[in-house]
T-cell receptor, first 113, second 115 residues
């Protein structure tokens, strides 16, 4: 089946610290992988995506590389800001899922000045 | 280009009442998805619709829940005889194409509270 396992939070970092949020997946077919961000009281916004193995998605200083050999899509950022405080969701869309997305449980990030 | 719109943003119902949630997809998008987010959890797929058709409702509870996407107007998620366990955030997403590579664009959600 299809599933996403995400690093549990909450994560608290100081401003300018390095961020890693782990995400691993199981999937049938050929999945595309996504990171979404949810700010308090809002919907999900696409942060980045990768559609095939070894692709790197990047946006706003965040990066994630689609690693088929380790079935992972870890999110990284070199220097976090207070404005990055949010909940981050890893998700996959697979050829066998009729286009529904499978989401991880989310990782809450708080960045303190 | 307006994003996905959902209303109401917040909805309070008493047990046994009906809840009706609306979603207008992005312009040009004909594929609509509904997800439910329980407190402290990720989003769970409920149903996927195209205009006038339910394509996949494998995530929808068998009773009390229904969804439609008429030829004209928004998609509607309807919950009859609500119970406290229905309290959650309900998100709608849309996409222009059916493809695993296609991004789904999410609305702001409707937060349902059942008293």
């Amino acid at each position: 089946g299809n599933s996403v396992t995400q690093m549990e939070g909450p994560v608290t970092l100081s401003e300018e610290a390095f961020l890693t949020i782990n995400c691993t997946y199981t999937a049938t077919g050929y999945p595309s992988l996504f990171w979404y961000v949810q700010y308090p009281g809002e919907g999900l916004q696409l942060l980045l995506k990768a559609t095939k193995a070894d692709d790197k998605g990047s946006n706003k200083g965040f990066e994630a590389t689609y690693r088929k050999e380790t079935t992972s899509f870890h999110l990284e950022k070199g220097s976090v800001q207070v404005s990055d405080s949010a909940v981050y969701f890893c998700a996959l869309s697979s050829t066998n899922t009729g286009n529904q997305f499978y989401f991880g449980t989310g990782t809450s990030l708080t960045v303190i000045p | 280009n307006a994003g996905v719109m959902q209303n109401p943003r917040h909805l309070v119902r008493r047990r046994g009442q009906e809840a009706r949630l609306r979603c207008s997809p992005m312009k040009g998008h004909s594929h609509v998805y509904w997800y439910r987010q329980l407190p402290e959890e990720g989003l769970k797929f409920m149903v996927y619709l195209q205009k006038e058709n339910i394509i996949d409702e494998s995530g929808m509870p068998k009773e009390r829940f229904s969804a439609e996407f008429p030829k004209e107007g928004p998609s509607i998620l309807r919950i009859q005889q609500v119970v406290r366990g229905d309290s959650a955030a309900y998100f709608c997403a849309s996409s222009p194409l059916v493809s695993t590579q296609e991004t789904q664009y999410f609305g702001p959600g409707t937060r349902l509270l059942v008293l």
